[in-house]
């Protein structure tokens, strides 16, 4: 999904087919799309005209399958200058038409984080917000009120099983809703829809409940099940669908048993549209009044036992994402079956066509790698909508709707171990454990199917999977696991996340954070897996110093009676600081020398320590250039970056030895990294600045007995 459609409303062609030929009360022409809904409608309008009277806050809910979306879709038509060309507005009730105004903001939450949904708003208006909270106070300051709508709610979250629904209204939708300066419209599950609007004023906010008494709509739902039978492509010449009094007769008597749900009337209509035979129109056993009905009615029908069926259709209920490959659904069934389910799968998709779509196709791999996920820290740059890449070139199979998959899981004898079976399965996937070569599907959501399993700490421990697996899914998985379950991997992994996902950066560089994470933490061994995953990792991270304080630091020899130079770093620290020496020279903080090349302290005199000379250090293979928290290491001969290191935390200091030991400093210590980068042959990576590249030079050459040397970043 790209930008324009994470500010947009959801594709009307994703509900079905149009009204076609519904009638409207009062003479009015019905909407187009929505055919129905009426007192809804003229709420909605009410709402975004800001009449008198009017609430300024609405939570739109209601039952699953009671048409919310479709609802909102319609509405958000009537909303867009674009879209209103194409409708017969002078022909729809007046009262039901909004204003031509600019379209609303519109941030789309299906398969985003809270704060991925918070920063695309701060996008579309514009703000300069650096800060979550910064959003709110620009929003609040704005001299003109702005309208946000905010569709599928429940749909939010990278995880299925997640509650980031309730996150995302607690977080930015209630905050949202207590500016003035907003008029909020949000499609919320009906748990949610008090919290919403409760803190509000009398007259502010409002509840439509499309299942309530005053917002029902039964002749609508006549409608949406006479056009269905009607304008379905490709429907078969029935009386109840080349007939209109056959068809009105039958519309009526499924909405009569669908009890409100367009979701039921939808099933209904389509299984009998997909497999007439055996179907009785007179028959009303034969019409679902559920959608749990619907699925074992059209089993029946078909000669099959519902479980059957069900059993088709129960990876799906699980699917993660944009939807499963078609490759995974037999031996998932299968798994979940505890018996072989290959045959039933291939001959089964008329069975389980009408509850099933193909799959919204965006790569798992590099689109959702290429977005940024939720940061629990501050900035535009640390929540950045999640961005979809090109589809790849797999089939996916989805549920037509989350209340099917609701119906299926709540029909098993134990949701866990249905869970727990799919992990195995997805496990048993991977070749040779092998991360890379896994099925994208499996490398970035096998971690939400453990987590409902109550696996995944055991899956925790796979250095390869922390670098392989899309890092926004994979975080809010491990986010999801109580602390103490946690090992000391995934400790690390947790605390890296941030930066992970802020960064949005390729396998091979996320694999180089984690290795250096892994060393500052102490896990050695899980580091040094990293260098066998066959990723190209840009440094090897040498040793690293859990050390507060340190100003600066630079890198030199160590003259030694009798023995060649050691290669040294010092520190810049504050006076007292254990180990340290006075600064030769005198001035403020101390001295406090380490190895270069391994870990350890060096007891010398700093004195005795030179930095390079300028022809080694004007020899030396790389330069580099830093920022605040990132530094670009670049080839000399070329002039081209390659690597650029990430902090989640200011540099500090930052110095890099003629041959290649890359040594940085933070609040939070010093690492020294060995660049193994080299130029790829067809290197995208942008040529460094002339004048950054002198200034590196020329701070290169300085001598440590100097004060420059060591107060500067080398920049």
Do not use: N
Request: some cysteine.
């Amino acid at each position: 999904m790209g930008d324009e459609e994470a500010m947009s409303a959801s594709d009307a062609s994703s509900e079905g087919s149009s009204a076609g030929s519904y009638a409207a009360p009062a003479g009015y022409a019905p909407h187009p799309y929505v055919g129905g809904r009426t007192a809804a409608l003229r709420a909605l309008a009410a709402w975004r005209m800001r009449w008198p009277g009017a609430p300024r806050v609405i939570a739109l809910t209601g039952d699953p399958g009671s048409g919310r979306s479709r609802l909102l879709t319609g509405f958000l038509m009537m909303c867009d200058p674009q879209d209103r060309k194409k409708l017969p507005l002078d022909d729809l009730d007046p009262a039901t038409v909004p204003p031509d105004l600019p379209a609303p903001a519109v941030p789309v939450p299906t398969g985003r984080t809270a704060a991925q949904v918070l920063w695309l708003l701060a996008d579309h208006f514009g703000l300069e917000a650096t800060r979550s909270e910064d959003i709110f106070t620009e929003l609040a300051a704005l001299e003109e009120p702005v309208s946000i709508v905010v569709p599928d709610v429940d749909r939010a979250g990278p995880l299925r099983a997640d509650d980031e629904p309730a996150r995302l209204v607690a977080d930015v939708l209630k905050p949202l809703a207590a500016l003035r300066t907003v008029q909020l419209l949000a499609d919320v599950p009906r748990a949610l829809a008090a919290e919403l609007t409760g803190a509000l004023p009398s007259g502010q906010a409002q509840i439509i409940d499309l299942d309530a008494a005053e917002w029902a709509d039964p002749e609508g739902l006549v409608r949406h099940a006479e056009a269905a039978l009607g304008d379905a492509a490709g429907a078969p010449e029935l009386p109840y669908t080349t007939d209109p009094v056959a068809r009105r007769t039958l519309a009526e008597a499924m909405a009569g048993r669908a009890a409100g749900s367009h979701l039921t009337v939808r099933l209904g209509v389509q299984s009998l549209l997909m497999a007439p035979d055996g179907f009785d129109p007179a028959d009303a056993s034969l019409l679902p009044g559920s959608v749990g009905e619907a699925l074992d009615l059209h089993a029946r029908r078909l000669g099959s036992d519902p479980e059957t069926l069900r059993s088709v259709l129960a990876p799906l209920a699980f699917a993660e994402g944009a939807g499963l490959p078609a490759q995974l659904l037999a031996p998932l069934a299968s798994a979940v079956a505890g018996r072989d389910m290959s045959r039933e799968v291939a001959e089964g998709m008329l069975l389980a066509a009408p509850f099933v779509e193909p799959g919204a196709d965006t790569a798992d791999g590099p689109g959702v790698e290429d977005g940024a996920g939720s940061d629990s820290g501050d900035g535009p740059a640390a929540d950045r909508p999640l961005i979809d890449g090109p589809a790849a070139d797999r089939p996916r199979l989805r549920l037509i709707h989350p209340g099917i998959g609701e119906e299926i899981r709540s029909g098993l004898p134990d949701v866990r171990d249905a869970q727990a079976r799919i992990a195995m399965a997805l496990l048993e996937a991977v070749p040779e454990q092998d991360w890379s070569r896994a099925d994208p599907y499996v490398r970035d959501h096998l971690a939400a199917h453990t987590l409902e399993a109550g696996l995944l700490p055991r899956l925790l421990t796979d250095p390869g999977l922390f670098a392989h697996a899309d890092p926004v899914v994979l975080r809010a998985a491990v986010e999801a696991v109580p602390p103490e379950e946690l090992g000391a991997p995934a400790r690390t992994y947790l605390r890296t996340a941030p930066l992970l996902t802020r960064s949005q950066t390729p396998v091979a560089m996320r694999a180089a954070l984690l290795e250096t994470a892994f060393v500052e933490d102490g896990l050695g061994p899980y580091a040094d897996a990293l260098h066998t995953l066959g990723l190209a990792l840009p440094w090897r991270t040498l040793w690293s110093v859990p050390l507060a304080g340190v100003a600066a630091v630079t890198t030199g020899l160590l003259s030694q009676e009798g023995a060649e130079a050691r290669p040294v770093a010092a520190f810049l620290v504050p006076e007292g600081t254990p180990g340290s020496r006075p600064r030769p020279g005198g001035g403020k903080g101390a001295l406090l020398l380490h190895d270069l090349l391994r870990p350890g302290y060096a007891d010398a005199d700093p004195a005795r320590v030179q930095r390079p000379s300028k022809e080694a250090a004007e020899a030396a293979p790389y330069g580099f250039s830093p920022g605040a928290d990132s530094l670009r290491v670049w080839d000399r001969p070329s002039r081209e970056v390659v690597t650029v290191v990430l902090s989640d935390t200011p540099f500090t200091g930052a110095d890099l030895s003629p041959d290649g030991v890359l040594v940085l400093a933070t609040e939070h210590g010093v690492t020294a990294r060995q660049i193994l980068a080299t130029v790829p042959a067809s290197s995208p990576a942008a040529t460094v600045p002339a004048q950054r590249t002198e200034a590196a030079d020329a701070d290169a050459s300085h001598r440590l007995d100097g004060v420059d040397s060591l107060e500067g970043d080398h920049s």
